[in-house]
C-alpha cells in the first residue's frame, strides 16, 4: 500500500516562498509520473504541476514561472518550490499520482499553505 506524506507548508506573506516535499513509500514510485495538486476552501481539487519518471515537466496556466516540481527517486520524493506566493495560492496541498496518466493511491493529510496580502 503506497503511503503519501506532505510536509513544507505554512503561512507565508504574498511575494514570499515556501518548498514543500511528498514523501512516498512503494518500490515503483520512480516508474509513475507524479503531481501536485492543491483544493482551496469550496474549490475542487485542481493540479498545480506534474513530472513523469524521467523529470519532464508541466505546470498550470496560474503557477507557471513561478512554482518548480522535481523528483529524488533514489529517495521516492517530489518537490515543489513555491516562489512569488500570491493570496490565491491559498490551498491545501497534496501529491499523488499524476491521474491523467495513472490511478490515484490513497491521498495524503496534504500540506496548508496560506498566503497572506
Known amino acids: 500500500q503506497v503511503q503519501l506524506v506532505e510536509s513544507g507548508g505554512g503561512l507565508v506573506q504574498a511575494g514570499g516562498s515556501l518548498s514543500l516535499r511528498c514523501a512516498a513509500s512503494?518500490?515503483?514510485?520512480?516508474?509513475?509520473?507524479m503531481a501536485w495538486y492543491r483544493q482551496a476552501p469550496g474549490k475542487q481539487r485542481e493540479l498545480v504541476a506534474g513530472?513523469?519518471?524521467?523529470?519532464?515537466?508541466n505546470y498550470a496556466d496560474s503557477v507557471k514561472g513561478r512554482f518548480a516540481i522535481s523528483r529524488d527517486n533514489a529517495k521516492n520524493l517530489v518537490y515543489l518550490q513555491m516562489n512569488s506566493l500570491k493570496p490565491e495560492d491559498t490551498a491545501v496541498y497534496y501529491c499523488?499520482?499524476?491521474?491523467?496518466?495513472?490511478?490515484?493511491?490513497?491521498w495524503g493529510q496534504g500540506t496548508q499553505v496560506t498566503v497572506s496580502s
Open positions: 512503494g518500490s515503483i514510485f520512480s516508474r509513475k509520473t
Open positions: 513530472i513523469t519518471s524521467g523529470g519532464n515537466t
Open positions: 499523488n499520482n499524476d491521474l491523467r496518466v495513472h490511478p490515484p493511491v490513497s
